[in-house]
């Protein structure tokens, strides 16, 4: 118990410390809901890198509370600052509650003790490996491929620390985090807007989050996919904040890009895209380069060491050139993915298709100078381009893959297309 | 001021329990998995040292049994079918018939363990 206090004190603690050396020109409530995140990364990051040296997870936890509380004597007005909040309460605030207990009841109701299939074949499993300090590393033996070792690690180690300071694998943990995640992912949203009208777009895209059936049972389920939903959504953010931001924003926007690769193997992918599109946007400006390089440093060159040192191979990868080129060429599997995309998206992801078509009606030409949804698209068509290619039998692959590669853009189309609207009515908005 | 904090935990805090209290309703899946971490539990310390084990299950959803082992028995490494490990964890349910790459013969019984829906045995390699 006293472990688990203290892991949940040093996850609050670091929360104040990134806002005080990394805050940016963001809200209150924003910068708050960004470094609680990036401090449960850390946490998480760090329980990784412990197991893997073999040092115990409550000597790091000691460590780390010893230099937070070091920090605050130096900065002791980092702890006044934290208290000062605006404690006034908007009617937006009542309504982004009461819809984000909509929401939550939805989650609730949807909820399984072990979650669904994934969660108990691939990440809670791949958890419980995590929670072991010695015989974790059989989890990425040869043996266990079968169970997909080869995904990165980073979202059952937040179980996993919470499991190994309890000394217990309590199902309880894996399920409060997906919850968290949701939470997450509705905080983001309404933070996105700061100004007293965006606040009701804000809304808006908080009401698409929590009235959704389909989307809250598959954040429900304690798959990844939720966790890659919420850090597309907070880089798409930082992607429109970057130019409000400071040279702080491309630091922050270089760190959350890289936690993708960390969380599953189509972060990667989504973190690759974000990078080329960073690049070629800022050829001009090798300050915001060498920035954004800075920010992504560290959890990507660590997760290249990871993928070349530790993890097995990808069982995506096995295919042989000459059998992607038949793969391709053949017109069958095109039309199965568009079948496939059109019923996903008329039932379960509609407003995908009207967030692009608004977003195209309303910017036109200007449709590619919108810099987070040239990146959405692009992932978009990396994502369908993928299944014409998979090695696996593509019905199949279709049928367990597709909705949720679709909810991972889902929160980020909604805010792209709110966004989109906001800056077109500015004017009479503000 | 701060009892607005406080409300907003207390109320995350409900969040929590009503969640933590939905789970323990019973569904088909939770309660095979529950009986499955049950029945193994006496059979894990005679386990220690071993890094894997070969899987059978007598039931027409073995494949999908064994997922639910291989989580329950982590960091154990959990084969399907007999891979010729040293040890064998059978399921019984039902009247199905074991894998076809499973010989009686060549095993001894270490341990039986009856549950509800499950019968548990590990086997040990003669």
């Given at each position: 118990?006293?472990?688990?206090?203290?892991?949940?004190?040093?996850?609050?603690?670091?929360?104040?410390?990134?806002?005080?050396?990394?805050?940016?020109?963001?809200?209150?409530?924003?910068?708050?809901?960004?470094?609680?995140?990036?401090?449960?990364?850390?946490?998480?990051?760090?329980?990784?890198?412990?197991?893997?040296?073999?040092?115990?997870?409550?000597?790091?936890?000691?460590?780390?509370?010893?230099?937070?509380?070091?920090?605050f004597i130096i900065n002791r007005h980092t702890i006044k600052d934290f208290f000062r909040f605006d404690y006034k309460v908007s009617y937006a605030q009542i309504v982004f509650a009461f819809m984000s207990f909509c929401g939550l009841h939805i989650f609730e109701t949807n909820s399984i003790k072990y979650g669904r299939w994934d969660a108990y074949a691939i990440w809670n499993?791949?958890?419980?490996?995590?929670?072991?300090?010695?015989?974790?590393?059989?989890?990425?033996?040869?043996?266990?491929?079968?169970?997909?070792?080869?995904?990165?690690?980073?979202?059952?180690?937040?179980?996993?620390?919470?499991?190994?300071?309890?000394?217990?694998?309590?199902?309880?943990?894996?399920?409060?985090?997906?919850?968290?995640?949701?939470?997450?992912?509705?905080?983001?949203?309404?933070?996105?807007?700061?100004?007293?009208?965006?606040?009701?777009?804000?809304?808006?895209?908080?009401?698409?989050?929590?009235?959704?059936?389909?989307?809250?049972?598959?954040?429900?389920?304690?798959?990844?996919?939720?966790?890659?939903?919420?850090?597309?959504?907070?880089?798409?953010?930082?992607?429109?904040?970057?130019?409000?931001?400071?040279?702080?924003?491309?630091?922050?926007?270089?760190?959350?890009?890289?936690?993708?690769?960390?969380?599953?193997?189509?972060?990667?992918?989504?973190?690759?895209?974000?990078?080329?599109?960073?690049?070629?946007?800022?050829?001009?400006?090798?300050?915001?380069?060498?920035?954004?390089?800075?920010?992504?440093?560290?959890?990507?060159?660590?997760?290249?060491?990871?993928?070349?040192?530790?993890?097995?191979?990808?069982?995506?990868?096995?295919?042989?050139?000459?059998?992607?080129?038949?793969?391709?060429?053949?017109?069958?599997?095109?039309?199965?993915?568009?079948?496939?995309?059109?019923?996903?998206?008329?039932?379960?992801?509609?407003?995908?298709?009207?967030?692009?078509?608004?977003?195209?009606?309303?910017?036109?030409?200007?449709?590619?100078?919108?810099?987070?949804?040239?990146?959405?698209?692009?992932?978009?068509?990396?994502?369908?381009?993928?299944f014409i290619i998979t090695p696996l039998n593509l019905q199949w692959h279709l049928d367990t893959a597709l909705d949720r590669l679709l909810l991972q853009l889902y929160p980020s189309i909604i805010l792209v297309t709110l966004t989109v609207v906001y800056h077109q009515f500015q004017h009479k908005l503000a | 001021m701060i009892a607005k904090r406080l409300i907003f935990i207390?109320?995350?805090?409900?969040?929590?329990?009503?969640?933590?209290?939905?789970?323990?309703?019973?569904?088909?899946?939770?309660?095979?998995?529950?009986?499955?971490?049950?029945?193994?539990?006496?059979?894990?310390?005679?386990?220690?040292?071993?890094?894997?084990?070969?899987?059978?299950?007598?039931?027409?959803?073995?494949?999908?049994?064994?997922?639910?082992?291989?989580?329950?028995?982590?960091?154990?490494?959990?084969?399907?079918?007999?891979?010729?490990?040293?040890?064998?964890?059978?399921?019984?349910?039902?009247?199905?018939?074991?894998?076809?790459?499973?010989?009686?013969?060549?095993?001894?019984?270490?341990?039986?363990?009856?549950?509800?829906?499950?019968?548990?045995?590990?086997?040990?390699?003669?």
């Amino acid at each position: 118990m006293i472990g688990t206090i203290l892991l949940v004190v040093s996850i609050t603690l670091y929360a104040v410390i990134f806002n005080n050396v990394l805050g940016a020109r963001y809200s209150t409530a924003l910068n708050t809901i960004l470094f609680s995140i990036l401090s449960v990364v850390l946490h998480g990051f760090l329980f990784i890198l412990s197991t893997y040296l073999g040092i115990g997870w409550l000597t790091v936890i000691s460590a780390l509370l010893i230099m937070a509380i070091v920090f605050f004597i130096i900065n002791r007005h980092t702890i006044k600052d934290f208290f000062r909040f605006d404690y006034k309460v908007s009617y937006a605030q009542i309504v982004f509650a009461f819809m984000s207990f909509c929401g939550l009841h939805i989650f609730e109701t949807n909820s399984i003790k072990y979650g669904r299939w994934d969660a108990y074949a691939i990440w809670n499993v791949h958890a419980k490996f995590l929670y072991e300090p010695v015989l974790w590393e059989r989890l990425l033996d040869e043996r266990m491929t079968w169970g997909h070792s080869d995904y990165p690690l980073l979202f059952p180690s937040v179980s996993a620390m919470f499991w190994r300071i309890m000394e217990s694998t309590s199902p309880v943990i894996p399920l409060i985090v997906s919850f968290l995640i949701y939470l997450s992912i509705l905080f983001v949203m309404y933070s996105s807007f700061s100004t007293q009208k965006g606040k009701i777009l804000a809304l808006v895209g908080v009401g698409c989050l929590s009235v959704n059936a389909d989307f809250i049972t598959k954040t429900a389920t304690q798959y990844a996919d939720s966790a890659v939903a919420l850090f597309y959504l907070i880089t798409i953010l930082l992607l429109y904040k970057v130019k409000d931001g400071g040279k702080k924003s491309y630091v922050l926007l270089g760190i959350f890009a890289s936690i993708n690769c960390w969380i599953k193997n189509e972060g990667f992918v989504f973190f690759l895209i974000v990078s080329a599109v960073v690049f070629l946007y800022n050829l001009k400006n090798i300050k915001n380069l060498l920035f954004y390089l800075y920010g992504l440093a560290i959890l990507f060159l660590t997760h290249i060491s990871y993928r070349v040192f530790l993890s097995p191979k990808n069982d995506l990868t096995s295919h042989s050139y000459d059998k992607i080129l038949e793969d391709i060429l053949n017109i069958t599997r095109y039309e199965m993915v568009y079948d496939k995309l059109i019923s996903l998206l008329y039932f379960e992801f509609p407003l995908i298709l009207i967030g692009f078509f608004i977003s195209i009606l309303l910017l036109g030409k200007r449709f590619f100078k919108e810099l987070p949804l040239v990146v959405l698209l692009i992932t978009f068509v990396a994502y369908c381009a993928f299944f014409i290619i998979t090695p696996l039998n593509l019905q199949w692959h279709l049928d367990t893959a597709l909705d949720r590669l679709l909810l991972q853009l889902y929160p980020s189309i909604i805010l792209v297309t709110l966004t989109v609207v906001y800056h077109q009515f500015q004017h009479k908005l503000a | 001021m701060i009892a607005k904090r406080l409300i907003f935990i207390i109320i995350l805090l409900l969040c929590f329990y009503s969640i933590y209290d939905h789970i323990e309703e019973e569904t088909e899946k939770t309660v095979q998995i529950d009986e499955i971490e049950k029945g193994v539990k006496d059979l894990r310390p005679l386990l220690k040292g071993e890094d894997k084990i070969s899987f059978l299950a007598n039931s027409p959803e073995e494949r999908k049994i064994h997922f639910e082992a291989q989580y329950i028995l982590a960091p154990l490494i959990v084969h399907r079918g007999n891979q010729g490990d040293k040890y064998a964890l059978i399921i019984e349910n039902f009247n199905y018939p074991l894998d076809s790459t499973f010989r009686m013969e060549e095993f001894k019984e270490v341990k039986r363990v009856e549950e509800k829906r499950f019968n548990f045995i590990l086997m040990e390699r003669k």
